[in-house]
């Protein structure tokens, strides 16, 4: 069974640009989530979408958003980029509550 | 407040020496712990996954621990090898709950 898979691996944009990146769950699953990782933060919990519901929400600003599609494939979309924003996002796919496969990450840097 | 303590944050080993990393969680109602290892740039790949009644569990040269009682967890490396050098993270899930509980990790490099 595939892994979970991202799109792009590497992203440079510059300040004041939006982006949009891809992340496709292992095959049956249908819970996404999306993490924000930096140096000395950790990961940073940003959305968790179920059946194209938005389910969980973190602490982020509005700029942050996402969707889900009716085959469970995710986007999350980042407008008016920061340079606070340069991190690795990682998507996370889950069958149960209790366990989730992370993917590769995009590796946005912000200019 | 759900919370995952990770200490050390950071560890130089030599190659072929065992090291230790602990893991101090507060998440209610316990689920499991999971430890996952982190390659630099990479996404987290899970190591070992505990419940409540396990108290051990290993993979390989990576054996964890849980001591639900106390809320503590370690994660033993036998043997080092230059390949173990990543990030550890330790992450606790709540009964019911999609959003784990992320500790910040050790940093483990090991030297030849």
């Known amino acids: 069974k595939a892994g979970v898979t991202q799109t792009p691996r590497y992203l440079i944009k510059t300040r004041g640009q939006q982006v949009t990146l891809s992340c496709s769950p292992i095959?049956?699953?249908?819970?996404v989530s999306w993490y924000q990782q930096t140096p000395g933060q950790g990961l940073q919990f940003l959305f968790e979408y179920f059946s194209e519901t938005q389910r969980n929400k973190g602490n982020f600003p509005g700029r942050f958003s996402g969707r889900q599609f009716s085959n469970s494939r995710s986007e999350m979309n980042v407008s008016t980029l920061e340079l606070g924003d340069s991190a690795l996002y990682l998507c996370?796919?889950?069958?149960?509550?209790?366990?989730?496969?992370f993917g590769p990450g995009t590796r946005l840097t912000v200019l | 407040k759900n919370q995952v303590e990770q200490s050390p944050q950071s560890l130089i080993i030599l190659e072929g020496k065992n090291c230790t990393l602990q893991c101090n969680y507060t998440v209610s109602p316990f689920s499991n712990l999971r430890w996952y290892k982190q390659d630099t740039g990479r996404g987290p790949v899970s190591l070992t996954i505990m419940t409540f009644s396990e108290n051990t569990k290993s993979n390989g040269r990576y054996t964890a621990t849980l001591d639900a009682d106390t809320k503590q967890s370690s994660l033993h490396i036998t043997a080092s090898q230059l390949s173990d050098s990543a990030s550890y993270i330790c992450v606790v899930s709540a009964v019911g709950s999609y959003i784990p509980t992320f500790g910040r990790g050790t940093s483990l490099i090991v030297h030849p």
């Open positions: 095959s049956g699953h249908r819970s």
């Open positions: 996370a796919s889950s069958l149960a509550a209790d366990e989730q496969f």
